[in-house]
């Protein structure tokens, strides 16, 4: 699903990745752990094409065998509107928006019709235990429920691949543990392959492989 070889990262004079290579199956739950500064926001982002590699020789980043590289910043914002979901720390719901408009954002973009886009919607919200919170904005949900509507944005356009940063860093221990159920769920039912960086032990254990990011490099 996921290819990536070589893959570097500066920042000016700072080099933070330093050639990176993984392969990530479909389906697969792969978490991404490593200290602070080790690099894992930015090879996360990489990967899901929210930023660019800077090019070098041999390295290469395939996606459902999409050769990103390739693909013009037209053809990049639909490949990752249409295959790729995101969940980070901090919800980044649109506040003005009720849960269900939020859910549905990215099948407007995709020009997904609104009865249609909301029926999806409302499928997932009830399969994450929403049911009742169609209609709240952001501030008028709990923390544990602002992330699952978070989930629910990320599944509606049904993404082959799901990339989170840290997603339960903001919640208590269980609202986090269930989170982390439901992305096994989410796996089981419908085969999306996730790639999770984690401070969270538990669930960097729980994750069908454990890569270790340290100074800009997967070591395990
Ligand atoms: N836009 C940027 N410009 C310059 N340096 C940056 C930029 N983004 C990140 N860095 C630096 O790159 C290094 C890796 O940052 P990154 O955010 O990938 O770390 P991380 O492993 O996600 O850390 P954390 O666990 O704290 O989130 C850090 O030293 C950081 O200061
Ligand atoms: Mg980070």
Not at 172 to 188: P, Q, T, V, Y
Not at 207 to 214: C, E, F, P, Q, S
Request: proline share 3%.
């Amino acid at each position: 699903m996921i290819k990536a070889k070589n893959i570097h990262k500066y920042y000016g004079d700072l080099h933070v990745l330093k050639g990176v290579d993984l392969h990530i199956k479909k389906g697969e739950i792969v978490s991404i752990v490593g200290a602070s500064g080790a690099g894992k926001t930015t090879l996360l982002q990489i990967l899901g094409t929210l930023d660019r590699a800077n090019t070098i020789n041999e390295s290469l980043l395939t996606i459902n065998e999409a050769s990103i590289d390739k693909l013009s910043q037209k053809q990049l914002s639909k490949f990752r509107n249409e295959q790729l979901g995101f969940i980070f720390q901090f919800h980044q719901l649109l506040p003005e928006f009720t849960a269900l408009e939020n859910v549905c954002i990215p099948a407007f973009i995709k020009k997904t019709p609104k009865a249609k886009a909301e029926k999806r919607a409302k499928e997932l919200l009830d399969f994450l235990g929403l049911s009742h919170r169609y209609d709240h904005k952001p501030n008028e949900l709990s923390g544990g429920e602002q992330q699952r509507v978070a989930v629910a944005r990320a599944l509606i356009n049904n993404p082959k691949v799901i990339f989170a940063d840290e997603p339960s860093g903001n919640l208590d221990s269980e609202a986090a543990e269930n989170l982390h159920k439901l992305f096994f769920k989410l796996r089981d039912e419908f085969g999306q392959t996730f790639v999770i960086v984690t401070h969270n032990q538990e669930l960097a254990d729980m994750a069908d492989r454990k890569l270790v990011m340290v100074d800009g490099k997967i070591i395990g």
